[in-house]
């Protein structure tokens, strides 16, 4: 039995200060993506503290508390590449990129970490001749070695860099898609990349911007998942201390704003190009590393809930049934934040993987959009934000026949004929 199912996070992930201050007060949540079956609800009762906190030293932005790795990611529900083919295509150009800049060598290797299913590495195996590697904690390892993806179940550190440079050889490519704000420890993290990388090897590493967070109130972010909120001035200094350099950064479209950076051995052979100091230009410019940043994100959280309450208590005071869309990780964020819980019927999603499940903490079952047509609620909240256009359009039939789809993002908004 587990006892410590979370700390309380008390220095900086970047610079060890302690001297860390709350910037934003989220609500109590569960594990995002514990959604179980019915025998297995007991996993999915606790709720965790979640709060933004700022590093007064290096401006960093992290979580107040770290849950138990292994209760995340002993099941995990997330494919992304089954998800998500939104991001597929902008995945394979990435892979085409690093290839073609920094693969000059005969017989590739690559390493990624977090790698889920393997799509991404996959992709160099098949069309781009790379050896590879994945690394992944989650039972997704299982489902990549089925598909000849050679992948270790793991967590990414110094002690698992040892063992595959002993058994594999040096890479010329780390990789880290989404997966370096959910490192406990990142130090570790990056001597291990260090310790695995070739000289000329390049570490890619990409990650939601938090910038791009505040800026445009990706509230789904903050999640227990997402212990760092990472822009680059802090990451800057932070691979400085660990004998690394950016080198390269950019800001790409993926969720709405994320940032990939390039990043090599001190002293490497590729030049450090503009963009690094243009985007910490910009950064500053837009105030990231100032206390009062988060402001803006608080006030947006509470008005999108009040406007939602307004439309929604009358109905569900009436028993009409109110639906949400969507159950990624984000969604239980809104559920929480937007105090949902009690007022959604079911949720309805297109993955039949989560079908039949029972959301977290509040046990709501997951239903196929099918459903709709039987038990027609309502509303339908739309809780996966990015994709609210294209679910409307599968479920137009809903739509024409009067039926009302809520928009919690850009801003709060009643969709109906
Ligand atoms: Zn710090």
Redesign the pocket.
């Known amino acids: 039995m587990k006892t410590n199912k979370f700390i309380n996070v008390k220095s ?1 992930k ?4 302690s001297n860390l201050s709350k910037v934003l007060e989220l609500s109590e949540s569960p594990i995002g993506d514990k959604y179980t079956s019915k025998e297995n609800i007991s996993q999915s009762k606790d709720l965790f503290p979640l709060d933004i906190m700022m ?1 007064e ?4 932005y992290q979580n107040s508390v770290a849950v138990d790795p292994d209760l995340i990611y002993n099941v995990y529900l997330s494919r992304p590449s089954t998800t998500n083919p939104v991001l597929s295509d902008a995945f394979k150009e990435y892979a085409n990129y690093l290839v073609a800049n920094f693969g000059k060598d005969e017989n590739l290797f690559a390493v990624e970490a977090g790698s889920n299913d393997g799509a991404f590495i996959n992709y160099m195996q098949e069309k781009l001749n790379v050896k590879v590697l994945g690394v992944e904690p989650s039972d997704l390892s299982k489902q990549a070695n089925k598909a000849n993806i050679l992948t270790i179940k793991n967590y990414f550190g110094l002690n698992l860099a040892k063992e595959i440079k002993k058994d594999h050889g040096p890479a010329n490519f780390f990789i880290a898609n989404h997966t370096f704000s959910n490192i406990v420890d990142l130090k570790d993290f990056v001597a291990g990349v260090r310790h695995l990388l070739k000289p000329n090897g390049v570490f890619s590493m990409q990650t939601h911007y938090h910038k791009s967070v505040v800026e445009k109130n990706l509230i789904e972010n903050f999640t227990h998942e997402h212990l760092s909120g990472f822009y680059l001035k ?1 990451l800057k200094s932070f691979f400085e201390k660990q004998n690394m350099e950016i080198f390269d950064a950019k800001i790409v479209a993926a969720k709405s704003g994320s940032i990939r950076c390039f990043i090599q051995n001190k002293n490497g052979p590729n030049k450090i190009l503009p963009s690094v100091n243009e985007i910490i230009k910009m950064e500053e410019e837009f105030l990231m590393d100032q206390k009062t940043r988060h402001d803006s994100v608080k006030d947006f959280i509470q008005n999108i809930k009040k406007q939602i309450h307004e439309f929604i208590d009358p109905l569900v005071k009436n028993n009409k049934k109110i639906a949400a869309f969507g159950t990624s990780v984000g969604a239980t964020t809104f559920c929480f934040n937007y105090d949902l819980g009690k007022s959604i019927s079911f949720f309805l999603d297109d993955d039949k993987y989560r079908q039949n499940l029972l959301s977290p903490y509040y046990h709501i079952p997951v239903l196929s959009p099918v459903e709709i047509y039987k038990i027609k609620p309502s509303a339908i909240i739309i809780l996966a934000p990015l994709y609210a256009d294209i679910i409307i359009n599968k479920n137009s039939k809903y739509f024409n026949e009067g039926g009302v789809f809520i928009k919690i993002w850009p801003k709060f908004e009643i969709v109906k004929k």
């Not at 970047?14 to 200060?17: D, K």
């Not at 030293?57 to 960093?60: A, F, G, L, T």
């Open positions: 900086c970047v610079c060890n200060s590093c030293s290096c401006k960093h802090p």
